[in-house]
């Protein structure tokens, strides 16, 4: 339930029922290693909502955070779609910003590319 919640929260940019929805979701996944993929989308999901929300900055470092902690060959689609949504959900006014330069050559690399489907 939280899960699809969070998703809707994220698209939608509402931060607060966002943070709450990824809250409930963490309760349940307390057992799952914090390098599992699910907990990275979980985490590139709550980054891109909180971009949406209009907190730039701390969402792509949130994001740059942990794409940059998953392995690369443990970079499904998924998990590197969800890291290129957060960058399309910064504004043009803010794509210069540091961060989100910083974040997109992480993602451009060859490092930064999806090894499984």
Do not use: C, N
Request: net charge negative; no cysteine.
């Amino acid at each position: 339930m939280g899960y699809t919640q969070a998703w809707v929260h994220a698209y939608l940019g509402d931060r607060d029922r966002l943070d709450e929805a990824m809250s409930q979701v963490h309760r349940f996944m307390d057992q799952i290693d914090s390098r599992d993929r699910f907990r990275v989308q979980l985490t590139l999901l709550q980054a891109m909502g909180h971009v949406r929300s209009g907190d730039v900055t701390e969402g792509v470092r949130h994001a740059q955070a942990a794409y940059e902690a998953h392995p690369a060959e443990q970079r499904s689609t998924m998990v590197t779609r969800l890291a290129d949504e957060v960058l399309e959900a910064v504004p043009a006014a803010e794509k210069g910003h540091a961060t989100v330069t910083g974040y997109r050559e992480l993602l451009a690399s060859p490092g930064g590319h999806r090894a499984i489907a």
